[in-house]
């Protein structure tokens, strides 16, 4: 008689947050059999809701109190297999990042043995210095106050970044994500208002509207590819280099052999991804990469028959998973910040490749309904305190509603 090895255990996962983000990944993992505990200080969000995951309240999921939160949460958990870990956003990496011996053994997380990586990364002034090292189109950066990073070669006169000028905060999740500045005195005056977010990224301007914004996101296992999904924005906030309110799957060559040269010589474990935007003459720039955790349109790749939350689950498990089945063409809309983002797009006749149009809503989930219409209430709750605020102003001022009449 053969003996069969036995399969390893199925480990549970706990994710952290349920934006809608963290719902995604939730979702992601039930669909794929996996027990899911998700962790949130916020009941007001409409993803506490959801049937996807055992949802826990916490007193905090951010700064170092999420620390304590993992560990007072882990003895409500199995004893064993350790369940694995998943983050939703920068500032959740860097934290467990720099804590993780106070976590192994109790939690497992597919990027623990490249943390120094990730963790470089996540600092936006090393990206200059890891594209020029391995010859990667990156667009002319400073630092401001301080005139360059001390990382990257000291550039030559007529090489320093001229106006206008993306701005983002050097470190994850400041005062403001993304800002386009015309002059010194636009950048002086962001300086002032956002003291807190210093130093400042600069970042030369890469002309182009959002569908010139192309990502390609992957699944690493030192260094291995083990899923892969392309795809670009329709539309962000701000428009042409903030937060993705619309992405669609599209394969570019040159956008994934990019994305491959630049994560090829850091041999990472984990979700990772690469944004990058064609310039007039179709010439990729690299934007920025995410480490550590999923991006935020990762619905898109799901929709779109990219499991990448299930494959890092199954990797990390020591479970060979199945290769992915892409879709015919999903266009994920985020509902939550831009509510009529799918009407205004499709009666304005949005620019797409993917035909015909089949939409992906944040929030809805045919198996899961409760978030959407939790999300609905929500919305409704806003609309009407915003129409409420300008009846009571215009009454305060004399001046006449302006939609009335």
Not at 12 to 25: E, Q
Not at 60 to 89: F, M
Not at 348 to 371: I, L, N, V
């Amino acid at each position: 008689m053969i003996a069969h090895a036995a399969s390893p255990p199925i480990p549970p996962a706990v994710v952290v947050g349920l934006c809608t983000h963290g719902l995604a990944v939730a979702r992601a993992l039930h669909r794929g059999g996996v027990a899911v505990t998700a962790l949130e200080s916020d009941f007001r969000l409409p993803g506490v809701h959801t049937r996807a995951a055992r949802v826990v309240r916490v007193p905090e999921i951010g700064g170092e109190e999420l620390i304590d939160t993992l560990i007072s949460v882990r003895d409500q958990l199995p004893a064993r297999p350790d369940p694995v870990l998943y983050l939703t956003n920068d500032h959740m990496v860097r934290t467990v990042g720099h804590h993780w011996q106070l976590l192994e053994g109790a939690y497992r997380l597919s990027w623990s043995d490249c943390r120094e990586t990730v963790l470089r990364l996540l600092d936006k002034r090393s990206l200059e210095a890891h594209c020029h090292e391995h010859r990667l189109p990156y667009p002319r950066t400073g630092l401001y106050p301080e005139p360059y990073t001390t990382e990257a070669p000291t550039p030559s006169p007529g090489t320093e970044p001229r106006f206008p000028l993306i701005v983002k905060p050097a470190h994850p999740l400041s005062g403001f994500k993304v800002r386009l500045v015309d002059d010194r005195q636009g950048l002086e005056r962001l300086a002032a208002i956002h003291p807190h977010s210093l130093p400042f990224l600069l970042q030369e301007w890469i002309p182009g509207d959002d569908h010139r914004i192309h990502f390609t996101a992957f699944y690493l296992d030192r260094g291995r590819i083990a899923a892969d999904f392309g795809g670009r924005k329709i539309a962000s906030l701000p428009p042409a280099m903030g937060s993705t309110l619309a992405a669609e799957p599209l394969d570019h060559d040159g956008m994934r052999a990019l994305a491959e040269r630049f994560f090829a010589p850091l041999r990472l474990s984990g979700p990772a991804s690469l944004e990058a935007k064609l310039d007039d003459q179709d010439r990729p720039w690299i934007i920025e990469p995410t480490v550590g955790r999923t991006d935020y349109w990762l619905d898109c790749c799901v929709a779109n028959g990219v499991n990448l939350p299930l494959v890092e689950h199954r990797t990390v498990a020591g479970i060979v998973p199945e290769p992915p089945r892409r879709g015919k063409g999903t266009i994920w809309f985020d509902s939550e910040r831009d509510p009529t983002g799918y009407l205004r797009l499709r009666l304005g006749g949005g620019e797409t490749a993917t035909r015909p149009w089949r939409p992906r809503f944040a929030y809805w989930d045919r198996g899961d309904p409760a978030p959407f219409g939790r999300a609905l209430l929500r919305l409704a709750a806003r609309t009407g305190h915003r129409a409420w605020k300008r009846l009571t102003r215009s009454r305060s001022t004399g001046r006449p509603s302006p939609h009335k009449g």
